[in-house]
């Protein structure tokens, strides 16, 4: 079993900046991808960013390209998310999310961390 641990999360006034944490501590044998996913008030879960465990690529959403980065450890199986300009809308439940290969699903979730944004 995979456990994923969210941290960081807080209220923060629009323009402000926070770091969220992921640590996946367990069984850990393959990760291809850990990924952060958010869900806003009223709004389906959509995805934000994630890297490859390999080779360190980088994808974002693009309503948070230029603003949100993604970084990992991957000697302490962490993953952080680095958010900077937050607007209103970047209010949500934000996830950490395992990936174990290509092409798949992702197979754990963090129990999430919430952030706050306001105007």
């Known amino acids: 079993q995979v456990q994923l641990v969210e941290s960081g999360g807080g209220l923060v006034q629009a323009g402000g900046s926070l770091r969220l944490s992921c640590a996946a501590s367990?069984?850990?044998?393959?990760?291809?991808?850990l990924g952060w996913f958010r869900q806003g008030p009223g709004k389906e879960r959509e995805f934000v960013a994630a890297?490859?465990?390999?080779?360190?690529?980088?994808y974002y959403a693009d309503s948070v390209k230029g603003r949100f980065t993604i970084s990992r450890d991957n000697a302490k199986n962490t993953v952080w998310l680095q958010m900077n300009s937050l607007e209103p809308e970047d209010t949500a439940v934000y996830y950490c999310?395992?990936?174990?290969?290509?092409?798949?699903?992702?197979?754990?979730w963090g129990q999430g961390t919430q952030v706050t944004v306001s105007s």
């Open positions: 999310a395992l990936r174990r290969r290509v092409g798949s699903s992702y197979d754990y």
């Open positions: 367990g069984s850990i044998f393959v990760i291809d991808t």
């Open positions: 890297v490859s465990w390999g080779g360190g690529n980088t």
